[in-house]
T-cell receptor, first 108, second 114 residues
Framework: GIQVEQSPPDLILQEGANSTLRCNFS?????LQWFHQNPWGQLINLFY???GTKQNGRLSATTVATERYSLLYISSSQTTDSGVYFC??????????FGGGTRVLVKP | DARVTQTPRHKVTEMGQEVTMRCQPI?????VFWYRQTMMQGLELLAY????????DSGMPKDRFSAEMPDATLATLKIQPSEPRDSAVYFC????????????FGPGTRLTVL
């Protein structure tokens, strides 16, 4: 099946800093989504981005499908950005396969 | 604000007992997913329904797990008999076939099997 790798596994930021999270995948995909799991465990859908670039406030994402990677940008980070960020991809079929996540801690 | 609801939020049970987890998907959504999250395995798909029909349950241990959608407002995941290795957080998500970006997760059921 498709392999999904996220980097870095852990990220510690000072409030106000910018950061980039990466998601690499091993096969062509027709669906890619970024999720944020907050410290209370809730999974929140951030972006549906099988290709191209999208922005939502301080967050933006870019997927280069031909090169099999996606990037999530966090600008002017805030403590509420802490949590785990997951990339989920779907090749053929119905299964959204998740990467191992990037654990982000934003310090005040 | 439409939400996916799950009950119970927490469940502690003893090995061998039956466990039933329930999910109410968002009205109008035609896909329902069950995911399991553990530290070791991360997020794994257990079952997938489209228009209440099970399309993919390849990730589910068939001997003890079963998933059903008796109607459009209820999805259930049962474990019988439960084992300690089933301890995990079980998430339900719902969405639209036509726009996967609308996929929303419920708050999860944290299951502990002693």
């Amino acid at each position: 099946g498709i392999q999904v790798e996220q980097s870095p596994p852990d990220l510690i930021l000072q409030e106000g800093a910018n950061s980039t999270l990466r998601c690499n995948f091993s096969d062509s995909v027709n669906n890619l989504q970024w999720f944020h799991q907050n410290p209370w465990g809730q999974l929140i859908n951030l972006f549906y981005i099988p290709s191209g670039t999208k922005q939502n406030g301080r967050l933006s994402a870019t997927t280069v499908a031909t090169e099999r990677y996606s990037l999530l940008y966090i600008s002017s980070s805030q403590t509420t950005d802490s949590g785990v960020y997951f990339c989920g991809v779907k090749a053929a079929g119905n299964k959204l396969t998740f990467g191992g996540g990037t654990r982000v801690l934003v310090k005040p | 604000d439409a939400r996916v609801t799950q009950t119970p939020r927490h469940k502690v049970t003893e090995m061998g007992q039956e466990v039933t987890m329930r999910c109410q998907p968002i009205l109008g959504h035609n896909t329902v997913f069950w995911y399991r999250q553990t530290m070791m395995q991360g997020l794994e798909l257990l079952a997938y329904f489209r228009n209440r029909a099970p399309l993919d349950d390849s990730g589910m241990p068939k001997d003890r797990f079963s998933a059903e959608m008796p109607d459009a407002t209820l999805a259930t995941l049962k474990i019988q008999p439960s084992e300690p290795r089933d301890s995990a957080v079980y998430f339900c998500a719902s969405g639209l076939v036509t726009y996967p970006g609308d996929m929303l997760f419920g708050p999860g059921t944290r299951l502990t099997v002693l």
